[in-house]
């Protein structure tokens, strides 16, 4: 009774046939080894047939969610068990079908009971079941074992190397005997790291071959687990005047009984690397369409084939090194640590790939709408974008409640030797509100600056098939991630480009009248002439915009040489790369506890400023308080401060000390003045019990023979701020009026405002009740300017 399909169990529950009762010794063993937590605990029987196990867990004190994927196990389920309190029977197919019926807050115990020996994908379903475990948790399978079973009925039956397989990767494993059966109890799911591994030494002859990377229709990826004890894709070696596509295809057949057509298999990579010293050539043959079901006729190489989850394949084990290799060309970056391979990425022409789990489906419509409540996506062909484009396989990495988070969350795709992020996919909101600033239309030409595909294709779909994008980024390997994705899961709408993006497109990729839009999706200190240049006149330019160390995605319209602010969001974004990266200057103080640093402009001196802070500190409070919750007053403060304040800097405190009010790893809006410096931080007045009782007010420190007087300046900055910015509504603080100005135009030509010098551009910054010509940011040793009018 070896079932495979669903239709097969129907007919077996609806003709009231069952399985072997829960016996006695299962029962104690249960009760002995997996009691619910003080309280009650929750369980999930997987393959809950009719009811028996979840019953008896029910009676032990949990409360269940009993699943099957056979209608009739669950109707009579509820039948046999209609006075059975503390079950929740579900139709559910646990490999196939989206598993949001399931508690979203884990399971202390989940059962397999005569149910794992018939699953199609063991180790991805173990992984699933095991993620979804709360801390203590355990699971528990119980299974006939092979040497107690007839040959005929082999199937329904593990051996003990499927056992020792299936306990790989668990913290505790105890193995029971129950009645002849095994009863296993795994505990802390620690699956271990994936590693590229050899077989033994081969003959020359079999170094040249072809890797089959096979999608099902929840894009998940075909291994097989060979005899070796290492996972592999289908292939193997050429056969006289075969072509790889024809030998990718044939070998799939073979070994997995799957039937491709040659002209749905795409040579996508040929490797170049060595085994045991003989040179190796593989080519890497995506398969975008076949037919039939997975099984194993090669039973002397492979112990089975199963289709395993993308983000779970950089913690899979042992992987054989070409596989490991193949994988890595198709999906850069799901596979980490990998030994060196020369890889030629070839122009295949291929089609995209399609394939998803429905869950997917569910958590991107669940993001949009998260995004769309939020207010950050008014128009309807960004709305309709966010729906559609699978972020997911722009971030293959990731698991896909992480992928569709649609709160603050990146996804990190790739961090420097410090472990700092230097790639990722943005935050959704944040890509959708720097898209609506671009004000797109139908067969617009837009450029992006800093790449990874799914921000691409998002403005591809928005743009309509009519529009095209360019991204270009200075990392070799985000390209080729962006190359990629866009291949397996994109509009054939975008050109990814390696290249510094400061310097803008290739001129070949510049359309005449240049882009509608061009976005910058990494923090910039500077605005590169490029982008300017090749903006259309009227065109929109958005990028993350550094101004005083705080960072505001501006969008920004050009008109002639200057550009134009129109609008401000908060953010924050991986730092430059290219050869316009520039490092702020920082200044230690005692001994690195404190440090300066000067995000505009060279670090001024600092002589006499230990000094000073080791003497009286002069304290002005300003009258200025705020609630919980008010980041945003942080926010407009901050840039108010580091656009209007001469000899500005910021005070970082890399250590706890007594000298200042700054926390440990926080940072304060901070005047330098000769051997003086003072600092503003917001410090409690009112505590309580709730966040809605608390209160905080704005107060000036400072230090030095200048401190009162630079106080004094700071605290009039705060209440004009407070005065003229500042506003009841989070959202609605006041934005100055932004100009960007071409480096080298005279002052006379600069409109009144206060003035900010970047290596390529001028920013003058006009705030409300700020009026007249106002002095920009003043050197070290110049006189320090009176507070006058609002400040």
């Known amino acids: ?288 369409a076949w037919s039939g079901t997975p099984g194993n006729p090669e039973q002397d190489k492979f112990a089975r084939w199963e289709f395993a989850d993308l983000h779970t394949l950089s913690r899979i084990g042992d992987v054989f090194t070409p596989a490991a290799h193949a994988l890595d060309a198709v999906w850069p970056g799901v596979v980490r640590g990998l030994p060196p391979v020369a890889s030629y990425p070839l122009a295949a022409g291929r089609p995209a790939v399609p394939g998803e789990p429905a869950e997917a489906v569910r958590l991107r419509r669940a993001m949009a709408e998260t995004v769309i409540a939020g207010g950050w996506a008014p128009s309807e062909p960004v709305r309709e974008a966010l729906r559609t484009v699978p972020r997911h396989r722009f971030a293959p990495e990731a698991d896909l409640a992480t992928a569709y988070d649609g709160g603050d969350r990146a996804v990190v795709t790739r961090r420097d030797e410090t472990g700092t992020a230097i790639s990722s996919v943005s935050a959704a909101w944040l890509q959708a509100d720097m898209i609506e600033s671009l004000r797109l239309r139908p067969g617009a030409l837009v450029y992006e600056a800093g790449s990874g595909g799914y921000n691409a294709e998002l403005i591809a779909h928005v743009v309509g098939p009519e529009g095209r994008v360019v991204t270009a980024d200075i990392d070799p390997w985000v390209v080729r991630r962006t190359r990629a994705f866009t291949t397996e899961a994109g509009s054939r709408r975008v050109t990814a480009v390696e290249a510094d993006a400061s310097l803008g497109a290739p001129a070949r990729l510049v359309p005449r009248g240049g882009f509608d839009g061009s976005v910058i999706t990494y923090n910039c200190w500077d605005i590169a002439p490029a982008w300017r240049e090749q903006l259309a006149e009227g065109g929109r330019l958005v990028l993350p915009l550094e101004m005083g160390g705080y960072t505001r995605a501006v969008a920004f319209e050009r008109r002639g040489e200057v550009l134009h602010a129109r609008r401000f969001t908060y953010c924050g974004f991986v730092r430059d790369q290219g050869r316009r990266a520039r490092p702020a200057p920082v200044v230690p103080l005692l001994g690195g506890a404190l440090t300066l640093r000067f995000d505009e402009g060279a670090a001024a001196g600092t002589e006499g400023v230990e000094e000073a802070l080791r003497g009286p500190r002069h304290e002005i409070a300003t009258g200025i308080t705020m609630g919980a919750g008010a980041g945003i007053y942080f926010g407009s403060l901050q840039l108010y401060a580091a656009t209007t304040l001469p000899r500005f800097c910021r005070l970082h405190a890399q250590a706890e000390t007594d000298v200042v009010a700054v926390a440990k790893g926080r940072d304060a809006p901070a005047v330098l003045g000769a051997a003086s410096l003072v600092y503003l931080v917001h410090l409690p007045t009112r505590r309580g019990e709730c966040s809605e009782g608390k209160e905080w007010e704005w107060v000036v420190h400072a230090f030095g023979a200048e401190g009162a007087l630079l106080a004094e300046m700071v605290a009039a900055m705060v209440r004009g701020w407070d005065r003229h910015i500042r506003a009841a509504d989070d959202d609605r603080h006041a934005d100055p009026v932004l100009t960007v100005h071409p480096a080298g135009t005279p002052d006379r030509l600069l409109p009144a405002g206060n003035v900010l010098d970047k290596a390529s551009s001028r920013l003058v910054f006009r705030w409300p009740g700020r009026d007249g010509r106002l002095p920009g940011p003043v050197g070290h040793g110049e006189s320090v300017p009176a507070a006058s009018g609002d400040a």
């Open 1 to 288: 009774m070896t079932y495979t399909t669903r239709g097969q169990w129907e007919a077996h529950f609806s003709e009231g046939r069952g399985f072997r009762q829960v016996g006695e010794r299962e029962r104690e063993l249960l009760a002995e080894h997996t009691p619910p937590p003080s309280g009650g605990g929750r369980a999930l029987d997987v393959g809950c047939g009719t009811g028996e196990l979840a019953a008896c867990l029910a009676s032990l004190g949990y409360t269940v969610d009993a699943v099957d994927f056979a209608d009739a196990a669950i109707a009579r389920a509820r039948a046999e068990h209609a006075d059975t309190e503390s079950v929740r029977w579900l139709r559910l197919d646990i490999e196939r079908d989206d598993p949001a019926p399931l508690h979203a807050e884990g399971y202390d115990l989940v059962a397999m009971r005569l149910v794992y020996p018939f699953l199609k994908d063991r180790g991805r379903l173990v992984r699933v079941l095991g993620e979804r475990l709360r801390d203590g948790g355990a699971l528990v399978i119980i299974t006939p074992v092979a040497r107690n079973t007839p040959d005929e009925r082999r199937g329904i039956a593990l051996d003990e190397d499927e056992i020792a397989l299936l306990a790989a990767g668990w913290e505790a494993v105890e193995r029971l005997d129950a009645n002849g059966m095994a009863f296993l109890v795994l505990r802390g799911f620690r699956p271990a790291g994936t590693r590229a591994v050899e077989k033994g030494r081969p003959a020359p002859h079999a170094l040249t071959g072809a890797l089959a990377v096979v999608t099902d229709a929840a894009g998940r990826v075909l291994l097989g687990r060979s005899r070796r004890g290492m996972l592999e894709l289908p292939g193997g070696k050429t056969c006289g005047p075969e072509g790889f596509a024809e030998a990718a295809v044939r070998e799939l057949a073979e070994e997995t009984g799957l039937v491709a057509d040659p002209a749905d298999a795409y040579v996508v990579t040929m490797l170049v690397d060595h085994s045991h010293g003989i040179p190796r050539l593989t080519a890497v043959v995506r398969v975008t």
